[in-house]
C-alpha cells in the first residue's frame, strides 16, 4: 500500500515538474502579440469579442492580439496585482468608476495622443468625462447602461396610469402618485414597484441627477466635499415615502439584487422593477409564456432624464511597449459596425454616435429605442473621480441609505451622516 | 424504567435535531442541484418548486460549450492532489519532531504557525506574485501548487502535531525496548497510528487548494492553465448578475470530485481512528 502511495505521489510530482511548467516569453518569431483581457461573460458578447479579434488577427498577422478571458469577480485586485507585478495584459477591459485608483497611479496609459481623431469624435464629450483623470484620458469608454423601468405590459395599461416615454417621462412626483393608484388596482399583496436596492448608493446618485443632485462639489482648491442639498433630496425622500409612506413599494426588496426581484416581477406580484439596461436579456430569457413586459424611461427631474453611469472601458497598460499597436487595435474594435455587434451581445448600449444611431439599436423590441433615447442624457456618475468614494460608500452612506430607506432613521440623519461622516472620510484621502 | 424512557426520548431528540443539521447543511447542494437541472423560465418562478417541472440538461450542455470544464477540471484536480501530497510530506516529520522534542524551536514554530494565519491574502499577493514572478513561476500550476503548499502548511502542521501527540510516546519507548530501531519504531508503530491524521489532514489540503479562487486568478494568465473555480466566475457578470442554470450546473459538477475523495478516505478516518480503541 506504502508503495503505491509513493508511486502515485512521485507519479504526480513528476506530472506537475514536467508538464506544467510555466511557458516563460513568447517565443521571437517577429510578430507582436498583445494581450486583451476581456470581462465578456454573456454567450453572445464573448463571441461578438473573440469575432473581431479573430478579424484582426487574420488582416494583421504581424500584430496578434491573444484574447483573455477575465472576470468581473476580484477584478480591481487582480488588476493591481498583475499591475505590481509588471505582469498586466496590454489592452484591459474594465468600468470607469474601477480606472481612478489605476489612473492617478500611474498604472495606465494616457490616451490622449494614441487614439485617433475619428474614435475620439465619435463618443461625445459627456462619455469622455467618465474615462478623465486630471488632464488624461486612461480610457475608452464603449458601452453603457442607463437604468430603465421595466414594466408589466398589462397591469400597466389595465389600470388607466399614463404611460411614460422618453419624450414625455413621469416626474418624480407624478411616478410617486402613479405607484400609489396602481398599488390601489392590483390588491392585496401586489406593489407598483419593487426596488432591488442591494447596492443603494449608486442607483440614488446616479438617478438623483435627474432632479439636480449632485452630492460631490469640487472647490475652486480641487477638493471634494459633500453637500445635501433639496434636490439631492428628492429620489431617496420618493423611494422613501413609496416604502414607508404610500406602501405602494416592496418592503421585501430593499436588500436583493435585480435577479432576486424578476420572479415577483414575472409573477405579477410586482407591476414594475427599476434595474439595469442589460437586465432585459434576463427578462427575455427566463420570463414565463405569454409574459408581456415593456421598458419606461426613468422619472425626469430638473435635469431631465439625465442620469449617471460608469462606462465599461478599455484602457492601454502604461507598462506596454506597443502602446500604439494597442491603440491601433482599439480603432479597429470599436469601429461603429464592431460596437454595435458588442452592445447588442452585452444588451448595452454603444456610446459612440454612429453606432448609436444603427437601426437595430433603435428598435421598439425589448425595449432599444427607449434606451436609445435615453442615451442622450446619459452623464458620468457623481462620484466618478471621486477619491475616497469607495471608503464613503461602504463604511458611511451604504448603510446611511438602507436604514434610511427601510424607515429606520429620517431624512435629517440620513443628511448628517452622509454629509458630517462622509466629509471626515473624504478628508482623510484629500490632505496635501 | 423512567431513566430508560428518557434515554429514549432524549435519543428521539438528539436524531431529530441531527436531521434538521443535516437538511441545514444539505440545503444549498440540493437546491444547487435542482436549480442545475431547471429551465430558465423555471428559474424566475415566484414559486420555485424543489423537484423541476420541466427538467432539463441544457445548462450543462451550454455550460460545457460555453468553457472548457473539463480541462479546468483536470488543472484543479492536479494542482489539489499535488498540494495535499506535498504538504502531508513535508508537514507529517515536522510535526513529528514539534510535537515529541518540546523546546524552545518548537514553541516558536507553533507560534509561527498561529500567526501565520492571522494574515490576509491580500497582504501577501504582491509579495508573492513578485517572487513567484522572479522563479518564472507565474502562469505555471507548479508555481500554484507551491502556493497551495505555504497556504495550507501552517495548519496541516497544527493538525498533525496534535494527531502526533496522541500517540503515546510510551508506545516507542516499548518498541524501542523490544529492540526496534528509531526508523523501525517510526514505520511500524507510529506511522500506522498516525494514518486517519494524514488522511485527514491531506483531506484538508486538497479541499483548500480545490476550492481556492484568488492566488489562481491572479497567477495563472492562460486560459488552458486555469483552474475549476477561475473558470466558474466566467459565468458571472457585473453587480453580481449571473448566468445562473449554468453555473449551478458547473458549480454541482465542481463538488463531485470533493464529495468523492470525501466519501473514499471518511472511512478510513474513523476507521483509523477506532483501531484498537476497544480490546478485543
Known amino acids: 500500500m506504502r508503495g503505491r502511495v509513493f508511486t502515485a505521489a512521485a507519479a504526480a510530482l513528476a506530472l506537475l515538474l514536467t508538464g506544467c511548467s510555466s511557458d516563460g516569453d513568447e517565443a521571437d518569431d517577429g510578430k507582436i502579440r ?28 504581424d500584430i496578434q492580439v491573444d484574447y483573455v478571458q477575465g472576470s468581473w469577480d476580484s477584478v480591481h485586485d487582480q488588476l493591481l496585482t498583475s499591475f505590481e ?23 495606465l496609459a494616457d490616451l490622449t495622443t494614441l487614439l485617433p481623431a475619428r474614435l475620439k469624435a465619435d463618443i461625445p464629450a459627456r462619455s469622455w468625462r467618465t474615462t478623465t483623470f486630471g488632464q488624461g484620458i486612461y480610457g475608452v469608454p ?28 413621469w416626474s418624480w412626483e407624478e411616478f410617486r402618485q402613479v405607484t400609489k393608484e396602481l398599488t390601489a388596482t392590483m390588491g392585496k399583496g401586489g406593489y407598483a414597484i419593487a426596488w432591488p436596492l442591494k447596492e443603494p448608493v449608486s442607483v440614488s446618485l446616479n438617478l438623483g441627477l435627474s432632479a439636480g443632485g449632485q452630492l460631490f462639489h469640487r472647490g475652486a482648491d480641487g477638493k471634494v466635499t459633500v453637500r445635501f442639498t433639496e434636490a439631492d433630496g428628492i429620489v431617496p425622500g420618493t423611494v422613501h415615502d413609496q416604502v414607508n409612506t404610500d406602501l405602494s413599494a416592496s418592503r421585501s426588496t430593499l436588500g436583493t439584487g435585480g435577479s432576486d426581484a424578476l420572479p415577483g416581477f414575472f409573477g405579477g406580484k410586482y407591476a414594475m422593477v427599476p434595474l439595469g439596461f442589460s437586465y432585459r436579456q434576463q427578462i427575455t430569457q427566463q420570463a414565463p409564456k405569454g409574459f408581456e413586459w415593456t421598458v419606461l424611461p426613468a422619472p425626469a427631474g430638473k435635469e431631465g432624464l439625465a442620469q449617471g453611469v460608469s462606462p465599461q472601458t478599455l484602457s492601454i497598460a502604461e507598462d506596454s511597449p506597443y502602446k500604439k499597436e494597442a491603440a491601433r487595435f482599439l480603432d ?17 448600449l454603444p456610446t459612440g454616435t454612429a453606432a448609436l444611431a444603427d437601426p437595430s439599436l433603435r428598435t421598439a423590441k425589448d425595449g432599444w429605442a427607449t434606451g436609445a433615447a435615453v442615451a442622450q442624457q446619459l452623464r458620468s456618475a457623481p462620484a466618478q473621480s471621486v477619491r475616497g468614494y469607495p471608503e464613503w460608500k461602504d463604511k458611511v452612506a451604504t448603510p446611511a441609505f438602507q436604514e434610511y430607506y427601510s424607515g429606520a432613521i429620517d431624512a435629517d440623519e440620513l443628511r448628517r451622516r452622509l454629509v458630517e461622516d462622509g466629509n471626515l472620510v473624504l478628508a482623510r484621502y484629500q490632505r496635501d | 424504567m423512567s431513566t430508560l424512557r428518557t434515554s429514549r426520548s432524549a435519543r428521539v431528540g438528539q436524531y431529530l435535531a441531527l436531521l434538521a443539521y443535516l437538511v441545514f447543511l444539505a440545503f444549498p447542494f440540493l437546491w444547487l442541484i435542482s436549480t442545475a437541472f431547471k429551465p430558465a423560465p423555471e428559474l424566475g418562478s415566484l414559486h420555485p418548486t424543489w423537484i ?50 518540546r523546546g524552545r524551536l518548537s514553541t516558536a514554530a507553533t507560534g509561527w504557525v498561529v500567526i501565520s494565519q492571522a494574515f490576509p491574502f491580500v497582504l501577501v499577493i504582491i509579495p508573492l506574485f513578485l517572487v513567484l514572478k522572479n522563479l518564472h513561476l507565474i502562469n505555471s500550476l507548479f508555481g500554484l501548487v507551491m502556493v497551495y503548499v505555504v497556504w495550507s502548511l501552517p495548519f496541516a502542521l497544527w493538525m498533525l502535531v496534535g494527531y502526533v501527540r496522541a500517540v503515546p510516546a510510551e508506545l516507542e519507548e516499548a518498541a524501542a525496548v523490544d529492540g526496534a530501531g ?8 507510529t506511522a ?19 476550492n481556492e479562487f484568488f492566488f489562481a486568478l491572479v497567477l495563472l494568465k492562460t486560459p488552458e492553465k486555469q483552474t475549476l473555480p477561475v473558470v466558474l466566475t466566467h459565468f458571472l457578470g457585473a453587480e453580481g448578475v449571473a448566468d445562473l442554470g449554468p453555473l449551478a450546473a458547473a458549480a454541482f459538477l465542481a463538488t463531485i470530485p470533493s464529495l468523492v475523495i470525501f466519501a473514499i478516505i471518511q472511512k478510513r478516518i474513523t476507521g483509523g481512528m477506532l483501531a484498537g480503541a476497544v480490546k478485543s
Open chain 1, 34 to 61: 498583445l494581450r486583451f483581457q476581456s470581462l465578456a461573460w454573456q454567450q453572445d458578447s464573448v463571441e461578438a469579442n473573440k469575432e473581431l479579434v479573430a478579424e484582426w488577427n487574420a488582416a494583421h498577422p
Open chain 1, 85 to 107: 507585478g509588471g505582469e498586466a495584459p496590454d489592452i484591459i477591459h474594465d468600468a470607469s468608476d474601477d480606472l481612478a485608483d489605476f489612473a492617478y497611479g500611474g498604472y
Open chain 1, 142 to 169: 464603449f458601452l453603457q447602461e442607463p437604468r430603465v423601468i421595466m414594466a408589466n405590459k398589462k397591469i400597466l395599461e389595465s389600470s388607466g396610469v399614463r404611460i411614460p416615454t422618453p419624450e414625455r417621462p
Open chain 1, 332 to 348: 479597429f474594435f470599436l469601429q461603429p459596425r464592431n460596437m454595435v455587434r458588442l452592445a447588442r451581445g452585452d444588451w448595452m
Open chain 2, 52 to 101: 423541476p417541472r420541466d427538467p432539463t440538461l441544457a445548462n450543462f450542455r451550454q455550460a460545457f460549450d460555453e468553457q472548457p470544464l473539463l480541462q479546468a477540471a483536470g488543472n484543479s484536480l492536479l494542482a489539489a492532489l499535488s498540494a495535499a501530497l506535498i504538504a502531508v510530506l513535508i508537514a507529517t516529520p515536522m510535526a513529528y519532531v514539534m510535537a515529541r522534542h
Open chain 2, 182 to 189: 528509531r526508523l523501525r519504531t517510526l514505520v511500524s508503530v
Open chain 2, 192 to 210: 500506522p497510528l498516525l494514518a486517519p491524521g494524514i488522511v485527514a489532514t491531506a483531506l484538508f489540503a486538497f479541499i483548500t487548494a480545490w
